[in-house]
């Protein structure tokens, strides 16, 4: 049974810190591995992709990923109230197959 | 930017009734994917679909649930037989590539009652 793990929350940070979302996988030889951002009611959105190991980054985003470890985190510098919502970590074992989701972190940026 | 949209965005309906979810994919894709989220819980994968025929499906996905893809833009689920714990947000994804992302639809709502 793949599963992947995320710490619940809420996570609380004020406004132009560092936020670190963390997020562990059962499945050694999954893939691929993505960050998706969820607002109250809304579908998930795409924030990040990392398929090797190290970091990556994009703008105020930076995914790590350590694949010895089964670890995923995502970094978001100078956080803002807007990034308050949801972060949900998704693997994938290979090519195609579908998306094995945590139940997501919940991330309160305070003004 | 091309999108994933999906109608109706909200649907209530008796327990037994059929419902039918549908999904325009990004247009270039070409795999296509059902997942539901049901209140409080983790987005769970229900189907996958490619190369018209379905490629992977969960035990969620069971002789209730179909999909179908009847033209070259639509993607549809159909609930045959609705039942109270159906009631969830239904997610279609698409995807255009192996290892590539899957793009997120807004959600359909759907309360059996």
């Known amino acids: 049974q793949k599963e992947v793990e995320q710490n619940s929350g809420p996570l609380s940070v004020p406004e132009g810190a560092i936020a670190s979302l963390n997020c562990t996988y059962s499945?050694?030889?999954?893939?691929?591995f993505f960050w998706y951002r969820q607002y109250s009611g809304k579908s998930p959105e795409l924030i990040m992709s990392i398929y090797s190991n190290g970091d990556k980054e994009d703008g105020r985003f930076t995914a790590q990923l350590n694949k010895a470890s089964q670890y995923v985190s995502l970094l978001i510098r100078d956080s803002q109230p807007s990034d308050s919502a949801t972060y949900l970590c998704a693997s994938r074992f290979s090519g195609n197959t579908p998306l094995v989701f945590g139940k997501g972190t919940r991330l309160s940026v305070i003004a | 930017e091309p999108e994933v949209t999906q109608t109706p965005s909200h649907q209530v309906t008796q327990m037994g009734q059929e419902v039918i979810l549908r999904c325009v994919p990004i247009?270039?894709?070409?795999?296509f994917y059902w997942y539901r989220q049901i209140l409080g819980q983790k987005v769970e994968f229900l189907v996958s679909f490619y190369n018209n025929e379905i490629s992977e499906k969960s035990e969620i996905f069971d002789d209730q649930f179909s999909v179908e893809r009847p033209d070259g833009s639509n993607f549809t689920l159909k609930i045959r037989s609705t039942k109270l714990e159906d009631s969830a947000m239904y997610f279609c994804?698409?995807?255009?590539?192996?290892?590539?992302?899957?793009?997120f639809g807004p959600g359909t709502r759907l309360l059996v009652l």
């Open positions: 499945d050694r030889v999954s893939q691929s």
């Open positions: 247009s270039n894709h070409l795999y």
């Open positions: 994804a698409s995807g255009g590539s192996d290892y590539g992302a899957q793009y």
